[in-house]
């Protein structure tokens, strides 16, 4: 997905540890997920904590920096099946938890998307049924609703009764895209392990809801949401 200033901070930091983690010669992967205030001080002090105890820490269990307290930095360490690594090597990396900026996450999406569509020279059809995957631990079905669908817009009228509907600001709704991509597939984690199974949500394009049993019968779908839908935060 579309990098916000704040992932890009992350990003640096991260890219350090991998660098430092070169100098603490086990040969295991590490998972790591940050919090959202982790900073360059944080880093190497969690460098130092894991220079010193590495060698008495559990593998496959979730540990956190500081061990007491507010955990600045979770992380899990796994040794390979079959691959050799001459040091610490970072396997997976992502947040904490996500904090949201109004509207940011649903703009990153449609970013996102913006840029995968430029793989796809042809229009969906019955013969070629063409879907955008995401790995969307980060984001909850409302963001990636809006950033397909449309913003969510509520109605209140006098006499007391309301109803909602959507804007035409969604990615589906631009001419460009609609006839291209059949649907969204949303990829989220069901595990923390490093190689983890996803549940998978799908985001169909209204023009292709004929295709849905189509698309079922090749991958198996969780959950399918339509423009109709109104999901919520988790």
């Given at each position: 997905m579309s990098d916000s200033e704040r992932e890009n901070k992350q990003s640096k930091l991260i890219d350090s540890i991998k660098r430092s983690f070169e100098k603490i010669t086990v040969g295991k992967f590490v998972s790591l997920s940050l919090s959202e205030d982790f900073n360059a001080d944080d880093a190497n002090l969690f460098l130092s904590f894991l220079s010193e105890s590495i060698e008495s820490l559990p593998?496959?269990?979730?540990?956190?920096?500081?061990?007491?307290?507010?955990?600045?930095?979770?992380?899990?360490?796994?040794?390979?099946?079959?691959?050799?690594?001459?040091?610490?090597?970072?396997?997976?990396?992502?947040?904490?938890?996500?904090?949201?900026?109004?509207?940011?996450?649903?703009?990153?999406?449609?970013?996102?998307?913006?840029?995968?569509?430029?793989?796809?020279?042809?229009?969906?059809?019955?013969?070629?049924i063409n879907i955008i995957a995401m790995e969307a631990d980060r984001y909850d079905d409302i963001d990636i609703s809006q950033a397909v669908f449309g913003t969510e817009k509520f109605l209140f009228y006098k006499n007391g009764s309301n109803a909602w509907t959507r804007d035409d600001d969604g990615f589906f709704n631009n001419p460009d895209h609609s006839?291209?991509?059949?649907?969204?597939?949303?990829?989220?984690?069901?595990?923390?392990?490093?190689?983890?199974?996803?549940?998978?949500?799908?985001?169909?394009?209204?023009?292709?809801?004929?295709?849905?049993?189509?698309?079922?019968?090749?991958?198996?779908?969780?959950?399918?949401?339509?423009?109709?839908?109104?999901?919520?935060?988790?």
């Open positions: 593998d496959n269990t979730d540990l956190q920096f500081p061990p007491q307290g507010s955990p600045k930095i979770v992380f899990a360490l796994y040794p390979p099946n079959k691959i050799e690594l001459q040091y610490l090597t970072v396997g997976t990396s992502g947040n904490l938890e996500w904090i949201e900026t109004t509207g940011e996450a649903q703009q990153q999406v449609k970013n996102s998307l913006s840029k995968a569509i430029g793989a796809f020279l042809w229009n969906s059809d019955e013969k070629n006839p291209k991509i059949c649907a969204v597939l949303a990829l989220r984690r069901t595990s923390q392990t490093l190689i983890s199974r996803y549940k998978k949500t799908l985001f169909i394009n209204e023009r292709f809801l004929k295709m849905v049993d189509q698309v079922k019968s090749v991958i198996d779908i969780d959950q399918i949401l339509t423009m109709k839908d109104l999901p919520t935060k988790e």
